[in-house]
């Protein structure tokens, strides 16, 4: 079981999930103070955090998590953007919110009374199956992101081969003709 200071600081970090809204969708120039000054329409910003994109090219979208002063002011905005195309920067990208959850906290705090324990599994035992499907779906995985990455290189190759290849005609054509 949890100590008390363990759950005033879970119940701490909740109260934060519901005055925290998740922003996404952004354009990739906007800044905290672009975000901060568009969402104090609806009430005191208290912070901003931009959530990195580790899957998308650089120039992908962004999300970011704005945490606001009350979980009234939170509703608020999840609620005007759900109804009307909230755009910052007058970009043709409207961007889309919804309430936060604790998974997408980076630094969240143990739930108090929340054990995990690891264990040796016997072959005979139900769970067995499971855990053997789990290891075959994570090699999958790992196996699927290594070709992806692969690729990935393979035509970032190929995209400079052809920059290249272009300024190289394009040096040949000023030169000779």
């Excluded at 608020?76 to 889309?96: C, D, H, T």
């Excluded at 980076?106 to 067995?128: S, T």
Aim: some cysteine; aromatic content about 10%; overall charge negative.
């Amino acid at each position: 079981m949890g100590t008390s200071t363990e759950e005033q600081e879970y119940a701490a970090f909740l109260e934060n999930v519901e005055r925290t809204v998740y922003v996404d969708n952004l354009s990739p120039e906007v800044t905290e103070a672009i975000l901060k000054a568009a969402c104090n329409q609806f009430g005191s910003v208290k912070s901003v955090q931009f959530i990195p994109n580790y899957f998308e090219p650089i120039n992908a979208p962004q999300a970011a998590l704005v945490e606001m002063e009350t979980p009234k002011q939170a509703r608020e905005i999840i609620i005007e953007m759900a109804n009307y195309p909230f755009m910052i920067l007058g970009k043709p990208r409207p961007v889309r919110s919804r309430p936060a959850t604790v998974e997408m906290f980076e630094d969240r705090p143990r739930k108090p009374g929340r054990k995990i324990v690891c264990r040796w599994l016997d072959p005979k035992d139900p769970d067995f199956e499971v855990a053997q499907k789990m290891k075959l779906l994570v090699k999958q995985h790992a196996n699927e992101a290594a070709l992806m990455l692969e690729v990935l290189g393979l035509t970032l190759c190929y995209i400079e081969a052809l920059v290249y290849i272009q300024y190289d005609y394009k040096n040949y054509l000023e030169t000779y003709i």
